[in-house]
């Protein structure tokens, strides 16, 4: 199947603000995009783009000050398959895991797995080494949190998720990251495009999504802990250590989100010719997450 993907945001700026933005679809599915997803901003302004440590691709604009508005449009290719699962997946021994993943092991800023890691064994401690280990993680996560953007809140770590039991899908993600890796389990977390296709509506408002990988088996294994079942059209953005690693947009300077908004929608076979243009979205308040 083809899915349009994209977003629009504006903010207001009081003064030149510099930004670096993460709005591309991962290079790993680079080469479904039939039409590429580039970023269009306005007023024009130059743009440059490179990587970070994490291999994620990477904008950076300098912002005029007053209304900056930021596009991307896109069509990708997608098998359309449910999520994978592979429950036979084991759980390496960190003395035999590689090189490349151990720094997925460690705390970070949002998910303090050291913390957490008396509670992550009293929970999970009799759990099998393998991929059940972590759905057990996710699935406590899952049940634990209750989503309500009312209660977001940008500088919540998991410790503190676990502690309140609210927040929104970082704050599901930062928990069962910082679980198993409590557990020794790599783990990294992950932005993107989640859709509803293939499910019953109603649909609600379209949304960036976070969840995460686990390395197990000698790969990564998608888990998602805030919708904790297999979905269609999942594409991914970026990846890191937590969402510090891969913020959406960076701004440095004082900025207000004043319009925003999400698509992720099936492009149907027959249709050859381009897509319609998206109508601007009216300015809505955004919460912080």
Known sequence: MRI???????????????????????????????????????????????RDGFGNWCTRVMAPAGRFAIRVDGVIRDAGDWDAVDTAAVQHRVEDLPTDVLGFLLPS??????????????????????????KAIVDFVHGHIAFNYQNARNTRTAAEAYAEGTGVCRDFAHLAVAFCRAMNIPTRYCTG???????????????????????????????????NAPRKGRVLM??????????LTHTFGSSWLQEFRVWTDEVPEAADAPAPAVAAPEAIPIPAE
Do not use: K
């Open 238 to 247: 970026a990846y890191g250590r937590d969402a510090a690693d891969v913020a």
């Open 4 to 50: 349009r993907l994209g977003c629009e945001m504006a903010f207001q700026l009081p003064n030149p603000t510099p930004i670096i933005m993460m709005l591309n679809v991962h290079h790993s599915r680079a080469g479904d995009l039939d039409s590429p997803d580039r970023i269009a901003v306005e007023p024009a302004v130059p743009i440059e783009g490179f």
């Open 193 to 227: 495009y989640i859709s509803d296709i293939g499910l019953p509506p109603p649909y609600a408002p379209g949304d960036f999504a976070a969840w995460m990988e686990c390395y197990l088996g000698g790969r990564w294994h998608m888990f998602d802990p805030r919708n």
């Open 109 to 134: 800023r949002y998910c303090e797995s050291d913390a957490l890691s008396n509670e992550a064994w009293r929970l999970f401690g009799h759990t099998a080494p393998d991929w059940h280990r972590a």
